[in-house]
């Protein structure tokens, strides 16, 4: 296979995620009305509202009174993630991603996973800054997380001027290099968890083709949040954690076509442990 057909779902992300970015740029420089707005509120063609439901809690939270176009862009934005997969806004519209991914390639060339970790995070502390960030949103009446956000950071400094935003994105990017593997995405960001839970009953799942596999193990390396390969080595099913960020990486990087995307396999989604 081609080194471009390997790289196909990668190259894809990075295609959605600039074109996305450069599309707002283009609203504020350009007066073109495809998307405008931001990843917190936007509206497609000037018709379609969407709005992150993560800042819609935080407004709400807050005591902010929104219009209903605004409650129908985040029930827009929880339907659509809701069958792809919630995550895959993780790893295919949040530009901070391409922070992180270079972080966590550099990471595996330095060997830095095999040295011993001196930095742990929980991966349930996002749940923690989620319910933190609605608490102080009630307390300040502002929308907390919205004003620290790296992601909203990014968003706004592409439309409108980079200013400090490099300073942030490269305090990610050492965090997740020296710190804690896949450290804001997959331990932090509380947005990752909103979309954990929306993601929670999708349709749209990596498969595992037990008898093609070999256990070289390449997937477990390179995916962002290993766990939801609890599959690999035991059987043929469906990845059915909320977690997966539907990247493609595992598919890309597997030799022996034992991974791919598939509907949902149901019928073992009810197993213990495995729908979380």
Known sequence: MSRIYKMRYLLLRRFTQIG????????????????????????????????????????????????????????IIILFYGIIGGRAFCSWVCPVNMVTDLANWLRRKLLLDKAERKVWVSRNA???????????????????FELVSPI?????????????TGGVLFAIFLFDLFGVKNGWCGHICPLGGV?????????????????NCTLCMKCKEVCPESEVLFMIGKKSTTVNMGECVNCARCIEVCDDDALGFSIRDFATSKAKGENR
């Open 126 to 144: 996002r749940y923690w800054v989620l319910v933190l960030s609605l608490i102080v949103s009630a307390i300040t009446g502002l929308a907390a």
């Open 20 to 75: 996305l970015l450069f599309l707002y740029f283009s609203a504020n420089a350009y007066g073109w009305k495809i998307l405008t707005g931001t990843l917190s509120s936007s509206t497609l063609f000037q018709t379609v509202p969407l709005a992150d439901p993560f800042a819609i809690l935080q407004m709400l939270s807050a005591g902010a009174v929104m219009g209903m176009d605004v409650f129908i862009g985040a029930a």
């Open 195 to 211: 979309y954990s839970l929306i993601g929670r009953f999708s349709l749209i799942r990596v498969r595992h083709n037990e008898p």
């Open 152 to 164: 909203t950071i990014f968003n706004r400094g592409v439309i409108f001027g980079m200013g400090m």
